[in-house]
């Protein structure tokens, strides 16, 4: 898994500055300032979670176990939903999709509990 969460979290970060440079630069004239900054909390809490992962990878290979390969999952999931209808809501006006972002944020929440545990009983 150590490998796996380590590979993710990098190409997660990839994207995340990708995103953040676009979200910087290119919809600067496309959509309002106000959503902007949503793309921006997209791009800055997937890069949080790509070294999330990163940490998860290096957990895993200290205390494998199932809490730390669910922290690492947990912190997948999170990102796509959380991060991903960010960037869905901006791009494509859809209001509805902001419905879902916080079941990205209780992902989170319960990945880094999971960590935390995986740590503790490892």
């Known amino acids: 898994m150590e490998r796996t969460f380590f590979a993710l979290g990098a190409i997660s970060a990839c994207i995340a500055v990708?995103?953040?440079a676009f979200g910087a630069h290119g919809l600067k004239t496309r959509v309002t300032p106000e959503m902007v900054a949503v793309f921006d909390t997209g791009?800055?809490?997937?890069?949080?979670?790509?070294?999330?992962?990163?940490?998860?990878?290096?957990?895993?290979?200290?205390?494998?176990?199932?809490?730390?390969?669910?922290?690492g999952w947990l912190f997948v999931a999170g990102t796509v939903i959380f991060s991903g209808s960010l960037y869905a809501l901006v791009l494509t006006g859809v209001k509805g999709l902001g419905a879902v972002t916080p079941l990205g944020g209780?992902?989170?929440?319960?990945?880094?509990?999971?960590?935390?545990?995986?740590?503790?009983?490892?």
């Open 18 to 20: 990708g995103t953040g």
């Open 43 to 71: 791009a800055r809490y997937q890069m949080y979670h790509a070294l999330a992962l990163i940490a998860a990878a290096w957990a895993a290979a200290r205390w494998p176990g199932p809490a730390v390969t669910w922290a």
């Open 106 to 122: 209780l992902l989170f929440l319960a990945g880094w509990l999971a960590l935390a545990w995986g740590a503790l009983r490892g």
